[in-house]
């Protein structure tokens, strides 16, 4: 577990203002339908409207979305814990009332490297790799999946892109009340600045 002390650090908010929320987010909620055109272009309509009518029941949907919900925080929750080594009782989930989803977040700030691995594996473990095998195996139950969870990590997208400039030696912590995170920038050293 890496050392970190408040007092060596400065915050700074990060945040997607909420009004801004739906105008930032839709790219990345839209993004995976373009795979849904590639999939008639490369197997055909026959295969895909077939796909449709088996997957869309309300029985399947009640399960992806449940079963997603838990794998998504419990993916952020795995790879956090098992990067950083901070200890399970440091870690809180909870649920963002205004978009109605439920977030995990550490009561301790993270690494700036650990903090976005955790927070795209998500979109890699339940998006990206299942979208590969749709289209490896031709199977549409796993291209509206990755296609679901890869729109539902769009505000883990917008959050990884807030921390794009960031410096490397800072730690982040996910913000509990906003969409985005609070990023603690290393103090310098009065002697440094003059180096």
């Not at 310098?188 to 003059?194: G, H, I, W």
Request: charged share 15%.
């Amino acid at each position: 577990m890496e050392d970190f002390e408040y007092a060596d650090y400065v915050s700074e908010e990060r945040i997607v203002p909420e009004e801004k929320l739906g105008k930032y987010n839709l790219p990345f909620m839209v993004f995976p339908a373009a795979f849904l055109f590639l999939f008639v272009i490369n197997f055909g309509t026959p295969p895909f409207l077939q796909g449709i009518s088996e997957y869309f029941t309300v029985q399947n949907l009640f399960l992806i979305f449940t079963a997603g919900f838990l794998s998504h925080e419990l993916i952020h929750f795995l790879t956090w814990h098992a990067l950083s080594r901070i200890p399970f009782h440091e870690f809180r989930i909870g649920m963002r009332w205004s978009s109605f989803t439920p977030v995990i977040g550490c009561q301790r700030p993270m690494s700036l490297n650990v903090f976005r691995t955790g927070l795209i594996a998500p979109f890699i473990l339940l998006g990206a790799v299942p979208m590969g095998f749709a289209f490896y195996f031709e199977n549409t139950w796993l291209l509206f999946s990755a296609c679901i969870f890869m729109g539902w990590a769009s505000a883990d997208i917008l959050t990884f892109l807030l921390l794009w400039n960031t410096r490397k030696d800072s730690f982040v912590e996910m913000h509990r009340n906003k969409l985005g995170c609070i990023v603690f920038n290393k103090k310098q050293n009065p002697e440094e600045v003059f180096l």
